[in-house]
């Protein structure tokens, strides 16, 4: 049966790009269902940042008038000028186990790239690399935690057979608190102590003061991660996009900001692994009930993810990463948690691996950038 690609558009047809997966995952236990209404807030031209500069098309194959793959093609200016490239990207990419299918949907991104005047093809990202990132390819025995992604163990395979080859692995490490290192729990206690004495101090945020609270971690963000390997600035829209989404599950108990002398150098935030909710909502959808199962669920979980960690560059050998991953071990502990994920963290950060792996940190889940030249 021939395969047929269906460009749509947010105005047409891009309803069912979005349920698709939900149809693929029906029978699948670890899949969470991404929520409906912010899917389509994200493919709206008048409401997401990425739109102000970035370009998109979105594409549905199908066979026998059904549907069996999707993807979207990207381009990224913002990316290619910060590191004066040229790459097309894709992203938001399902597909039934079929090679045909997987080679005409890459095919409309590669096509996408060259319009745009691109030499290679990268990803999946949707949108940027700032968002959710990577195809699974270790680790399919569990679901994902918050913001990760999640698919079929035949992608990375279909994806290789398609010549695209490894760009990036990133790594989620899992940190339980009855097996963290209780020594390392008792050295990060003694370096905030020496800290102190050099004027840091690290404390927990002030959700009274979220606007420049976000403010302050924006300007150590874009500063403390701009050599990471695929990491371009947030916009000041994207950041306040991004603040509006995490303010409504963001533990100030588990958000930290380090400073010295009142000026921020650092500061790490983990959130409540909502998918332990969300993964009870079928299809996405929060209305009648899910919003309220989700309210009510959020300070229930048993587990959260390290979302985000920065150091400003001069200060990243002092100790203030494990004093933040201590921290959060003994809030986890205080009220009973299983654990928490640290994610995701680059195959090249050394000294992110190595704090976590002092903790006892699992690495157990690995996603991974693909790209090739088109």
Known sequence: MAIEIQEVTFDKGINDFINFPHDLYKDDPNYVPEIFIGQKDMMNPKKYPFHLYGKVKYFLAKKNNQIVGRIAAIDNPNYNHHFNCKVGFFGFMDFIEDQEVVNALLDKASAFAKENGNEYLMGPTNFTTNETAGTLVEGFNEPAKIMMTYNKPYYGRLFEKYGLA????????????????????RIAEALEERLKKMGITIRNFNLKDIDNEAKRIQKIYNQAWDENWGFVPFTDAEFEYLKNDLKMIVDPKFAFIAEKHGEP????????????????????KLFPFGIFRLLLGKGKTKTVRVLALGILKEYRKSGIEAIFFAKNIAEAKSRNLIGGEASWVLENNEPMRAAAEHLNGERYKTYRLYKTKI
Request: glycine share 8%.
């Open 166 to 185: 490894k760009e990036m692995d990133l790594y989620a490490y899992m940190i339980y608190t009855n097996k963290a290192s209780e020594k390392a729990l």
């Open 265 to 284: 150098i650092g500061f790490g935030l983990t959130v409540p692994n909502i998918n332990e909710v969300l993964i009870k909502n079928k299809r996405g």
